[in-house]
């Protein structure tokens, strides 16, 4: 059966697909009505949340988001001025250099609304390998270029090692075209934080003048509609004035309606923590290409908010297409539409997305659709699925504003990067597992008590008996982003899911560790991992660091390996060589020769 809600205000329609989702969904409505939980979200009740003192004063100080739309309203004048003023002065270009939070949001809207030859290029800088930070800021002018270093705490790694190559680029051009005080290094920076000792562990900070201050009560993933992603608008010349009304407008449809049926954001929280209660716990996005960097924002604040504490919601983008036999029951789908888009590419399924979700609703799967009118709807999916997210955490029972794992791969790279500045080993040497075809795989504890193997064939057949019932199949990519890349994990993450019919998920190190980490760690122990590293033929220096950039993505993924066996995950290194787009071209060969090896693949 296949029976539709369709709420009021911006397009969305939910499909349950079944009495037992219906029931669940239905039943946390009443108790949303009956509780007040709208209100009691506009009141900044904490005890939606919890009933722990403790909690409730830490939540309290992570609410803030809900003013978001309202108070930035009143700083759009100056954003506009400020994005003028950079493009008048001369910069052509600006890059954003932020991790998770500080990052995602810039990306969906460059993605989205692209460049405009009037405005500035800006690009999105987060990853640490050397190639990837080569290929955003080298064929860039340091002076005619500015570079946002995007931190809530002021001390973030990633940025902070961005700001000194970016630092050191800047006094070098400067020193080689003579250009004098009153001209400075800082001219050239602009600084996104929270005040007091956030900013000021910022280096160079007196010497920055162009510094933005978010209110300190908003977490990072809940910061689209704060300065993280308003100063990149100004320079990308987006209208804030219609961006900021879209959100303002979701936020009072949300903030004044108990009926679900008549509040988008309170509908879509407790259908995604209602399914997730029965199974239906892999949020599947679906979405046209005009939209599809949004899935990657939604990815972040769906993860980090919902896994902990042995439970979460598991947010599957970029997926590729498959059949209807490809998906098993964990599954929900989204599919997000843009008004006059041919849709996503139908690929190897040879299916289209609507024709696809048409199908998966006839069978019986949930199925959420939301229509977007314009891209600047953008404002208001913001808003709706921070809501939503805030809902889903009062409906799994969990605080959806804190992070508690996230530390742990952070603590763990900085152990091994205090031995880099000690001058010892970053890491252990452990012998590989297995060597062939350009890959060498290295084991986690349970797989090195098995021995080495006949090779990469055997060693991933035994990985992939370890992948757990209900679980889903994460790639880990600790090398720079390119299409070519892209294309490649697509095409292992279509073949694992296929074989399997278990959700996959990708991210590119380290920005999913500040993304989906804290799911892999906290949520549920259902993840399997395949993480990806690669050699790096030309490294790069960080200015001022003991330790380079292709040392520092190293013992990042060194950390996450450590984390991950630390909880008992089943987790393989896969090195790729010295050229991964080769490298990731035989690990496909040997995952489809693994699934035909006769040995069993449950358990």
Not at 278 to 286: A, E, P
Not at 477 to 494: L, N, S, V, Y
Request: hydrophobic residues 45%; proline residues 7%.
């Amino acid at each position: 059966m296949t029976e539709r809600i369709e709420t009021s205000g911006p397009s969305m329609a939910l499909e349950f697909g079944s009495d037992e989702a219906r029931d669940a969904y239905e039943a946390a409505a009443r108790r949303a009505v009956e509780e007040r939980w709208v209100e009691r979200l506009s009141d900044r009740d904490t005890s939606l949340w919890s009933d722990d003192p403790a909690v409730q004063a830490a939540i309290s100080d992570r609410l803030g988001w809900l003013d978001a739309p309202t108070h930035f309203s009143e700083q759009i004048a100056a954003l506009e001025t400020f994005g003028e003023e950079a493009r008048d002065n001369g910069f052509t270009a600006a890059v954003v250099a932020g991790m998770g939070g500080s990052s995602l949001a810039p990306r969906v809207l460059r993605s989205t609304f692209g460049t405009n030859p009037d405005w500035l290029d800006v690009r999105i800088l987060d990853s640490t390998d050397p190639a990837a930070v080569a290929q955003a800021v080298d064929d860039l002018d340091p002076l005619t270029t500015l570079f946002i270093v995007a931190t809530k705490s002021g001390t973030t790694t990633e940025p902070l090692a961005f700001q000194a190559d970016a630092w050191a680029r800047i006094e070098a051009a400067m020193k080689e075209r003579d250009v004098h005080r009153p001209t400075r290094p800082g001219d050239f920076l602009a600084i996104v934080s929270d005040p007091g000792r956030s900013v000021e562990a910022i280096p160079h900070q007196e010497e920055i003048p162009s510094i933005f201050l978010n209110p300190p009560d908003i977490g990072g993933r809940f910061a689209a509609l704060t300065y993280v992603g308003l100063l990149p608008a100004s320079l990308l010349g987006l209208d804030l004035d219609e961006l900021l009304a879209s959100a303002q407008m979701m936020l009072a449809v949300c903030a004044s309606r108990e009926d679900p049926a008549g509040n988008p954001g309170l509908a879509l929280g407790l259908a995604l923590g209602a399914l997730a209660r029965v199974g239906r716990d892999k949020l599947t996005f679906i979405a046209d290409p005009e939209v599809a960097s949004f899935g990657s924002w939604a990815e972040q604040l769906i993860a980090e908010s919902t896994g902990k504490h042995g439970v979460g919601i598991v947010p599957v983008d970029l997926e590729p297409l498959g059949s209807l036999e490809s998906y098993g029951t964990d599954r929900v789908f989204v599919r997000l539409s843009m008004a006059d888009s041919a849709g996503p590419d139908a690929g190897a399924s040879g299916t289209t997305a609507d024709g696809l979700i048409d199908r998966l609703a006839a069978a019986g799967h949930p199925v959420i659709r939301i229509a977007l009118a314009d891209p600047m709807d953008l404002g208001g999916e913001f808003i709706r699925w921070e809501v939503a997210t805030a809902i889903a955490g009062a409906v799994l029972g969990i605080d959806p504003f804190d992070q508690p794992n996230v530390e742990e791969a952070k603590t763990l790279t900085r152990e091994l990067l205090d031995r880099h500045g000690a001058g010892e080993a970053a890491a252990p040497a452990i012998p590989p597992v297995a060597v062939g075809d350009g890959l060498t795989i290295y084991g986690d504890a349970a797989t090195r008590q098995l021995g080495q193997s006949s090779g990469p064939i055997q060693t991933l057949a035994r990985h992939l008996a370890r992948r757990r019932p209900g679980g889903y199949l994460a790639l880990q990519a600790f090398i720079a982003p390119t299409p070519e890349r892209d294309a490649a994990i697509a095409r292992i993450r279509a073949l694992l899911r296929d074989r399997t019919r278990l959700a996959t998920t990708a991210g590119y190190g380290p920005r999913f560790l500040h993304s989906t980490g804290q799911l892999h760690k906290g949520g549920a122990p259902i993840g399997w991992f395949l993480q990806l590293a690669a050699d790096h033929p030309t490294d790069r220096p960080i200015p001022g660091r003991p330790y380079s950039f292709g040392q520092l993505i190293d013992a990042q993924a060194h950390g996450d390996f450590g984390a991950l066996e630390a909880h008992d995950l089943p987790i393989l290194r896969v090195h790729l060589g010295t050229d991964p787009v080769a490298g990731l071209a035989a690990l496909e060969r040997a995952l489809g020769a693994a699934f035909d090896v006769d040995m069993s693949m449950e358990g």
